[in-house]
C-alpha cells in the first residue's frame, strides 16, 4: 500500500490503519443493538479468518460484524427463519500498487451458509436491504481512511484508469 503521496506505507502507518478501522467498526456495531432479532456485534478476527481472494489479490482481514435477521413467513402458517450475515472487513491488495478498504459478507440461514439467489424472494429483498444498510456504513468508516478514487475509463483486458475523486 502506499500512502496519498506515493510512498510505499510503513508497518506501522499499516497497523493504525487496521487499529482505527476496527475501533470505528466496533464502535459503529454497538449501534446496530436493539431488539433480540436485531443485534449486531463486532468480533475480532485473525489471518486464519477465511476470506475470498484471488492469488493475486490478498486480503487481510481486520474485523467482522455479526447482524442476526429475523425472516418471517408471509404465509401466516409457514415456518420463519432466522438469518446470519457475516462482514468481514479487510484490507485488499492494488493491482500494481497501493490497496483498498473492503468487506466480504456470509450469509446463513438457519445456520447453513448459502447464495443469495437460493433463498426466497420475499426474504432475500429483506437480506439485500440489510446488507446494503450494513454496508452503507462501512462504507462511511472506510471513507475516512481512504482516498476517494473516480474511474476514467477500462480497456478491453480489465484494467481499469482512476484519478483522485
Do not use: H
Not at 487499529?19 to 464502535?27: G, R, T
Not at 439485500?128 to 477500462?154: D, M
Amino acid at each position: 500500500m502506499n500512502d496519498e503521496d506515493g510512498n510505499p506505507a510503513q508497518d506501522y502507518e499499516i497497523d493504525d490503519l487496521k487499529y482505527n478501522v476496527y475501533e470505528d467498526v466496533k464502535e459503529t456495531s454497538l449501534k446496530f443493538i436493539g431488539l433480540p432479532n436485531n443485534i449486531g456485534v463486532y468480533f475480532d478476527v485473525n489471518n486464519k479468518t477465511r476470506v475470498d481472494a484471488l492469488r493475486g489479490y490478498p486480503a487481510f482481514p481486520i474485523v467482522g460484524v455479526r447482524k442476526w435477521l429475523q425472516l418471517d413467513s408471509p404465509q401466516k402458517y409457514e415456518d420463519e427463519a432466522y438469518a446470519t450475515l457475516t462482514f468481514i472487513c479487510v484490507i485488499r491488495s492494488g493491482y500494481y500498487e497501493g490497496g483498498c478498504l473492503d468487506y466480504d459478507v456470509k450469509v446463513e440461514v438457519d445456520g447453513y451458509e448459502t447464495e443469495l439467489g437460493m433463498i426466497k424472494s420475499e426474504w432475500r429483498t429483506i437480506i439485500e436491504a440489510e446488507i446494503k444498510r450494513v454496508g452503507n456504513q462501512l462504507e462511511q468508516i472506510f471513507e475516512r481512511y481512504s482516498i476517494p478514487l473516480t474511474r476514467v475509463g477500462t480497456f478491453s483486458n480489465g484494467e481499469t484508469i482512476y484519478t483522485r475523486g
